[in-house]
């Protein structure tokens, strides 16, 4: 999953981006409203952490033109501002969670996990495609029963195929879903993890489709 951090505090963005990356998601960090802005509409997201005391444009502002765009995108509010009246004010705007700073970083991250599984997996706990199972916010996955061991590149290029089930996924979506601003991914490591990931999903019943000149498919396919 791709992130966003919308945070002006340096190491508090740092502490998120190091638990998010932790746990296998690409992020990418903007340190103003603005940037924010821009970033939203110019690059793909699965989550916005917003927090909303920001420079150049405040994060409330962000939040509304998000969502007065028509993006769906899940957003965790990230704030020092508490009372009941502000966070009504930014649910009502179009918040999907609210965080009031200090927090645990264990309720951060379980509430993330919360917010990737609704927008995954649209409620349900898992998704399924022949035998194999997959979590996509828990970052686990099973060929029926047996777990599979896949690395956190592995994971993410499973996650962006199985998110898009016998539809078509480029290469450059692929490595845009796997890559935030600071990390780059060549064509020949896309390569290798495809590779690798075809071999451990061998016997699950799904499998990695070439489509030629156009990209890959995770599709349900007979035993071979």
């Not at 508490?82 to 645990?104: H, M, T």
């Not at 956190?152 to 979506?173: D, K, V």
Request: hydrophobic share 40%; aromatic share 4%.
């Amino acid at each position: 999953m791709r992130i966003l951090i919308a945070e002006d505090d340096a190491s508090i963005a740092a502490g998120l981006a190091a638990s998010l990356r932790q746990g296998g998601h690409a992020t990418d960090h903007v340190a103003d409203g603005a940037s924010a802005d821009a970033a939203l509409r110019d690059t793909p997201f699965d989550l916005l952490i917003l927090d909303l005391g920001l420079p150049a444009l405040d994060g409330s502002e962000v939040l509304h033109r998000l969502r007065k765009r028509g993006g769906e995108l899940p957003v965790l509010v990230v704030t020092a501002r508490e009372g009941l009246r502000e966070r009504v004010r930014v649910l009502d705007l179009g918040a999907d969670d609210y965080l009031v700073k200090p927090f645990a970083l264990a309720e951060f991250e379980a509430r993330v996990r919360a917010l990737l599984r609704r927008r995954t997996s649209k409620g349900t706990p898992e998704l399924r495609i022949g035998r194999l199972r997959l979590d996509l916010p828990g970052q686990r996955a099973w060929n029926g029963e047996a777990p599979l061991d896949l690395t956190a590149r592995e994971f993410g290029l499973l996650a962006a195929l199985a998110t898009r089930p016998e539809r078509i996924t480029s290469r450059a979506q692929l490595i845009e879903a796997l890559c935030s601003w600071d990390q780059e991914l060549t064509d020949n490591g896309l390569d290798i993890a495809i590779h690798r990931l075809r071999r451990k999903l061998r016997g699950c019943g799904a499998g990695v489709r070439t489509i030629r000149g156009l990209g890959y498919t995770l599709q349900e396919e007979a035993d071979g």
